[in-house]
């Protein structure tokens, strides 16, 4: 079936560092894919989102890539704050569709 | 973060009993969505609504049950048949399906 596989399920980096997260999707269909920032006990966030016909696309501090040849789509957040510590999530779908696929989530700890 | 709102945040409830968790939004979205959300899980799909007095099933509806009478509402009901109720409920919705999904704060539910 249907499967959004999202590594690594935890990530500690020191502030000022670069993170990254990356998920897998297994439905070549799919062909939207957001992110969303959870914080503990907070609704889910979507802070960006890229379309299969975009290899790329930043906002500020954060940039997602997408791949379609290998289905694989990543997270980038450059000079990480303590603020950007939170649980993220990837998402895939197809266009038409209600139906979003998660990844399980990363909990991303940026050190002081 | 406003537009969609839930209540309560938190509700607990007696093996056996019927609960109803409300959700709101008065942002004129067409589409409303419920997600469950386990520990270390992604946000997995019950039910949807593309518009009024038209529903879904998702990945995961045994045991609830919702109605969509009204654009702004979009109750979920966990039924006694629902055997692990105890969790994150979340609610979203989007313009129409094929844009992008914004989320409630969320009511955690836990079953004594």
């Known amino acids: 079936g249907e499967n959004v596989e999202q590594h690594p399920s935890t990530l500690s980096v020191q502030e000022g560092d670069s993170a990254v997260i990356k998920c897998t999707y297994s439905?070549?269909?799919?062909?939207?894919f957001p992110w969303y920032k959870q914080e503990l006990g907070k609704r889910p966030q979507l802070i960006i989102d890229?379309?299969?016909?975009?290899g790329e696309k930043k906002d500020q501090r954060i940039a997602v890539t997408l791949n379609k040849t290998a289905k694989h789509f990543s997270l980038h957040i450059t000079e990480t704050q303590p603020e950007d510590s939170a649980v993220y999530f990837c998402?895939?779908?197809?266009?038409?569709?209600?139906?979003?696929?998660f990844g399980t989530g990363t909990r991303l700890k940026v050190l002081a | 973060d406003g537009g969609i709102t839930q209540s309560p945040k938190y509700l607990f409830r007696k093996e056996g009993q019927n609960v109803t968790l409300s959700c709101e939004q008065n942002l004129n979205h067409d589409a409303m969505y419920w997600y469950r959300q386990d520990p270390g899980q992604g946000l997995r799909l019950i039910y949807y609504?593309?518009?009024?007095?038209?529903?879904q099933k998702g990945d995961i509806a045994e045991g609830y049950s919702v109605s969509r009478e009204k654009k702004e509402s979009f109750p979920l009901t966990v039924t006694s048949a629902q055997k692990n109720p105890t969790a994150f409920y979340l609610c979203a919705s989007s313009l129409t399906k094929y844009n992008e999904q914004f989320f409630g704060p969320g009511t955690r539910l836990t079953v004594l």
């Open positions: 998402a895939a779908s197809k266009g038409g569709t209600y139906k979003y696929i």
């Open positions: 609504s593309q518009i009024v007095n038209d529903f």
């Open positions: 439905d070549s269909a799919s062909n939207y």
């Open positions: 890229i379309r299969s016909n975009v």
